[in-house]
């Protein structure tokens, strides 16, 4: 039998879960979000330190809330809780350790490609985010420090020398938290933290005049070698310094191979669409993060959802 659904969304995160509530709420039904990972969010579980802050207007964007959704600073976990209560409210199918590998246009509707089979829909909305592929640096890691070199603060532990990469918020949040209970330096390619929020510029300050990060600002790496067990880092002054762990926070990547798989036209390092955010691919379309060239949030993401749901609905 083959499965059918009015509307399939490709990614259970924000933008995601935000597209299925906000379309059901108009009276949609017949939805189905396909997940890769074993739960929802995936990005905030896996990216996001326990007890995280986290703020709406991430990275100072202030963003009105257009649709149903009421979301409001939390930490990761409350913000999980929140996800978990809204998938739950609505009792909407979520189907997760399912992987979508492309997805082909047909006359009717879209085929949805998955291991081992493929389902159908009218309506398809990608939301997989840009943390799939976290940014890597693009010098060569040495295989034998693999394990020393993190982009979550996965496997990070006490008493060591880190060095966090990065400079925006993820990357002072890293630092801030590891500094408790670690030796912690931050190496950043600019000369200040402005860039990240002003919660975020105020912790790295205090952790730096208090001597528990220190700045390496204006910074560049070259080279990473293995020496002693150690990660020996070679800067591009010339100096070199030897760190336990190296923990990058640059970012993601624009999944590509995906898009193109898909049909799907890419310019400047993202998925073109119009102001529905209907790729040129009519009929499927883009929402959250994947629609921004360095990285959306949340609220942004859930506003996507709504214009989409509204769009679709409006088709009848
Ligand atoms: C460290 C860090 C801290 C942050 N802090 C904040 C904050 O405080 N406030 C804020 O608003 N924003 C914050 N952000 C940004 C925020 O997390 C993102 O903007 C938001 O998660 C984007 O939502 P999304 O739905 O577009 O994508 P994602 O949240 O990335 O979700 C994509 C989902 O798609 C799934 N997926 C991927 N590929 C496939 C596939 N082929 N098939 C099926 N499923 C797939 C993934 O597993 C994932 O669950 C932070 C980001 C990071 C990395």
Known sequence: MEERY???????????????????????????????????????RKFYKDNKRVDKDWKGQKVELDGTIYFMDGTKESTLDFF????????????THTEVQKIVKKEEGFEIFIAGGSIFATHVVVTIGRMGKPNKPDYKIPPSIKSQIHFTLDGCGAGEKIMVVGGGDSAIEYAVDLCDKNEVSICYRRGTFRRANPTNQGDIEKAVESGCIRPLLNTEITELESENGKVKVNFTDGSSELFDRLVYAIGGTTPSGFLSGSGIREEDGKPVHDENYQTNVNGLFVAGDITQESGGSIALGLNHGYAIAQYIKALG
């Not at 978990?84 to 199918?93: K, P, T, W």
């Open 6 to 44: 009015d509307l399939a969304i490709i990614g259970a995160g924000p933008a995601g879960i935000a597209t299925a509530i906000e379309a059901y709420a108009l009276g949609m039904s017949n939805i189905l979000i396909l997940e890769k990972d074993e739960n929802h969010n995936a990005t905030i």
């Open 84 to 95: 978990d209560q809204l998938l739950d409210h609505e009792s909407l199918e979520l189907r």
